[in-house]
Each structure stands twice: as C-alpha cells, then as structure tokens.
C-alpha cells in the first residue's frame, strides 16, 4: 500500500496548497502529522477524498475515511490548516 502522507503530499503539490509534513495541532501533546493549508477546509477534503479514491483502486469511501481518521482543523490567521492526527509526519 501506498505510503497516505506521501499520496496527500503529491495532491498538495498538483493543487497549489501548502503542505505541513511535521504539524502539531491542538491536543496531540507534541506529536507530528501531516496537514494542508488552506482557506477552505470542506473543499480541501472533498478533493483529496476524491484524489485519494483514484489512487488507490478498489478501495471503497468508508475504508479511505478509516486510513484518513479523524481530520482536524486549526485557524492560522487567514487561512486554516487540515491536519490529520493518525497519519504521522514525513520523516525528513
């Protein structure tokens, strides 16, 4: 299986949005994750669901939701960060 933060990095990238590979939000007591930045969070997610169902062949809405877990979101002044606490940090 492909590597999800790797495959979130590749839809920033091909989007223009702004990718966190070490993010740390709200209640993870310093552990990292991925995240995107953005100014429309509902509309990050609904594209990378569908960029996430394309890459990854005969996997179905509700597993690919269980591989994201429960996605998070911080406000960073005029935009805002999705972040996604069980898809750990890219290692650098």
């Known amino acids: 299986m492909k590597k ?7 839809f920033c990238d091909a989007n223009g949005y702004d990718f966190y590979a070490n993010y740390s ?4 007591f310093g552990n990292k994750c991925v995240g995107i930045v953005g100014d429309n969070t509902l509309r990050i997610m609904i594209e990378l669901f569908c960029f996430l169902l394309d890459i990854y ?7 690919l939701s269980k591989m994201l877990g429960s996605p998070m979101t911080d406000n960073m002044g ?3 960060i999705l972040y996604f606490p069980k898809i750990e940090a890219i290692k650098e």
């Open 25 to 28: 939000g709200r209640g993870m």
């Open 57 to 63: 062949d005969g996997t179905t809405g509700y597993e």
């Open 78 to 80: 005029e935009e805002y």
């Open 4 to 10: 999800m933060e790797k495959e979130i990095k590749k």
